[in-house]
């Protein structure tokens, strides 16, 4: 059952997720705020990042919190990195931090995950690490999601990825429940374009399917503004405006009168 009490047994349902908990504490409060007075249904924990321990203590004051881990293969950001928890030298650079990239990219030249020599079996060992940091200090974590979606970068990945999130139990895969993705359907430059497009996209939604809707909400901090990379320079103002977005009460009054139902990854289980 959806999070917003009853809704027709054809409405649409739509999971949105909030990406990358952990890399700033602004995204942490700004994340948590959208769950408990917003629309967010789920939630993707970093737990290689510096501000998973404040994630922790989060998501444990919430237990009824639908939380997936978001594993990192890259540590895209200028100012802000991290390392593996293993020993990995064929996922990291010179300094011993992930590749900013997965695939190739003009700005970032040689330092692809992708163009590199990566190890089929660091990545496992990786991956298990980060598996296991996560569901030993969260133990309602529902499934897993990949940072920057790493693991279509080769299909022995993709398969290793399978194998593991089946063998911790946390292997709900939303393609499984034929959920389609969406997006703002327009710009969202501006927060006035985010609620338009959103709003769109919304209106958009079909009876009877079911949607994920991606974005990364955090507040606009003197922390937050410190935090960009080559392609991505105003972060803080777009993703203080996602948070803006998603805890309109007008908002919430459309999706009500258009009878969409929130849900979230473990009430893709009722579904089977």
């Known amino acids: 059952m959806g999070l917003w009490g009853c809704v027709s047994a054809q409405s649409p349902q739509l999971i949105i997720r909030g990406d990358d908990m952990g890399y700033t504490h602004s995204a942490n409060e700004a994340i948590l705020e959208c769950y408990l007075n917003g629309i ?35 540590s895209e950001w200028t100012n802000l990195k991290w390392r593996p928890v293993t020993n990995s030298p064929s ?38 690490a980060q598996i296991e940091l996560a569901v030993n200090n969260i133990p309602h974590i529902s499934h897993v999601t990949t940072h920057m979606g790493w693991a ?39 927060d006035q374009e985010k609620f338009d497009s959103f709003v769109r996209t919304l209106k958009s939604l079909e ?36 948070t803006k977005l998603w805890t309109d009460p007008k908002i919430k009054k459309i999706i009500k009168q258009l009878d969409i139902e929130l849900i979230n990854y473990k009430d893709l289980l009722d579904k089977k």
Not at 96 to 122: C, H, S, T, V
């Open 207 to 242: 009876k009877g399917k079911t949607y994920v809707f991606v974005d990364h909400p955090a507040f606009d901090t003197n922390e937050q503004q410190a935090v960009n990379h080559i392609g991505y320079g105003e972060v803080a103002a777009d993703r203080s405006g996602v």
């Open 152 to 190: 279509g970068m080769d299909p022995k990945v993709q398969a290793l990825l399978k194998d593991l999130t089946a063998e911790y139990g946390i292997d709900i895969d939303p393609k499984n429940y034929g959920v389609e993705s969406v997006r703002y359907d327009g710009s969202k430059k501006t």
């Open 40 to 74: 967010m249904t789920t939630v993707e924990v970093m737990p290689i990042t510096p501000w998973f321990p404040e994630v922790v203590k989060m998501c444990n004051e919430n237990p009824k919190l639908d939380v997936g881990i978001h594993l990192s293969l890259t």
């Open 91 to 128: 996922l990291t650079d010179e300094n011993g931090y992930f590749y900013p990239m997965i695939w190739p990219n003009d700005n970032y030249k040689g330092r692809a995950l992708k163009e590199n020599q990566w190890k089929l079996d660091e990545i496992e060992a990786e991956v298990r």
